[in-house]
């Protein structure tokens, strides 16, 4: 009973020319991006193929908002062209891209004291007329790191030569800035460059901090590196740290600091400061893998030293749970669970990055007796088992705190009660398929009877549902569109109370409740 409805896409005509001549350009790649939200990585591919008879390309399937018509000529003399489009109702207008000639410039990098730094990454990037800095995402056209919201964009990148030197290629006909990311140097944004009329832009850069570290002990080392022969990526070393509400991340994901089969990295570029060291790996999963980071410390760099420090990475070790799991008294045998674990956060040294030490799900079942053992990371362990007539999972209280090599026991206890609800019209009449909800949960949906049955952990409720005009799909989704966007307190004023209703453990009660007459 799922009804989808499909929304045609608008075509978009884009015709390329060079803006001297107004001569057509079939030799170019094609992207029509969308601005400020939600994309799938098959609006950020390559529209048709080149070459583009006569210029032109007929892009279709666009939805309606702002797009960006991005056009990337092969040719070295063209530069790169970006044009905003407005995507209504009714389509757009033909979109002419006008493609500027390409100004080859040079830039040198050095220390403050002139000397040339070498292997230093140079990205030449549109701002698009935004605010920027060196913690501005900037999308690389050619890799899957779109970001919704604001970003930059890459127009060209070059490493710097043994002289410290190298050249791009540039468009002339807009603001431009140039971003150095590291590692190999403190990260420095130009937000408005401005090149000499003669000779190279010389741009000084300090070398920062270097942390030479060493990834242990040895059986953490083992878990987190992928098998020989494996074409799967190193485990990776960055810093993070939340500063005034606003986070940062050295290097950046796509310049990773790898570490060596022995452990060993060498982080340089660093700033000063205190940082939080972050190990990143992929754990091999029986459909592919999964992409996991772990905290293992904290260093204090500072600019023009080298520090030297090893990071236990004992976390990822693994210690034994050995629980029995009991439902209102009696051993729950032959359960799905979930283990939820949690590791303790805060105080001065706590890592503070996102995605940091992640609360993980274990899913495991129960034997006949009600018991499990299973092999987890180290941390502290809850219970959540999701009862046949439940929505809702429940919480064991117990808390079972796992240290790597040591075997932990627990009894775990998980409480309920059962409801079976008849729900009424006012004209006593059953209510079918009518939601009930506690506290913006889901309960139940009442059955052609009006009837409805649920566990839930034991207390005082009180149900409501929504008025009946919302108990359609579409229905609410207009009402969320429209009314809940202009009014927070939209949803809390469409609550119909059904009154209270207490759950007692163990028992299951048998009550009749009766929609509202405004319902």
Known sequence: DVRFVMIRGKDVDVLVVRAADERPVEEYTLRVVPVGKWVNQGELGPRGKSPHAG?????????????????????????????????????????????????????????????????????????????????????????????????????????????????????????????????????????????????????????????????????ALARIMPPAGTRTMQPSVCLERDEARSSEQFPRQVDRCKVEPDGSFELAGASSGRWNVVVQWFDPQP????????????????????????????????????????????????????????????????PQARMLNQDRLVKVDTDATGRLRVDVRPGEYRVAWKPPKGLQQLLADERAVVRVGETTVQAFTIVSGTVKVRLLDAAGAPAVKVAMYDRGAVLGQTGEDGLVEFSCKPGTFAPYVHPKRLQSQEAMSEFMRSEARRDPEAMNKMRRSLGELTVRAGETQEVELRLPADW
């Open 55 to 219: 210029g032109r390309e007929a892009v279709t399937g666009i939805r309606d908002g702002t797009h960006r018509v991005i056009v990337e000529p092969r040719s070295e003399a063209l530069a790169t062209a970006i044009v905003p489009i407005e995507v209504g109702p009714g389509g757009t207008p033909p979109v002419t891209v006008r493609l500027e000639a390409a100004d080859h410039r040079s830039v040198r990098v050095v220390t403050g004291d002139g000397t040339p730094v070498a292997g230093v990454k140079v990205q030449l990037v549109d701002p698009m007329r935004e605010p920027f800095d060196a913690r501005t995402h900037v999308w690389v056209m050619d890799r899957e790191d779109f970001r919704s919201g604001p970003q930059a964009f890459e127009l060209a990148a070059m490493t710097t030569d043994a002289q410290g030197e190298c050249t791009l290629r540039l468009p002339t006909d807009r603001p431009l800035a140039l971003l150095l990311p590291g590692p190999g140097n403190v990260p420095l944004a130009i937000p408005n460059v401005v090149f000499p009329a003669n000779g190279p832009l010389v741009v000084t850069v300090s070398r920062g901090a270097v942390l030479r570290g060493k990834i242990g002990p040895e059986a």
């Open 287 to 350: 459909r592919g893998s999964t992409w996991l980071r772990e905290a293992a410390g904290t260093v204090d760099l500072v600019d023009g030293e080298t520090t030297t420090k090893t990071f236990e990475l004992s976390g990822v070790l693994e210690g034994e749970l050995d629980a029995l799991v009991l439902h209102n008294g009696a051993p729950l045998a032959n359960a799905a669970l979930e283990l939820k674990r949690t590791v303790a956060r805060g105080g001065a040294d706590a």
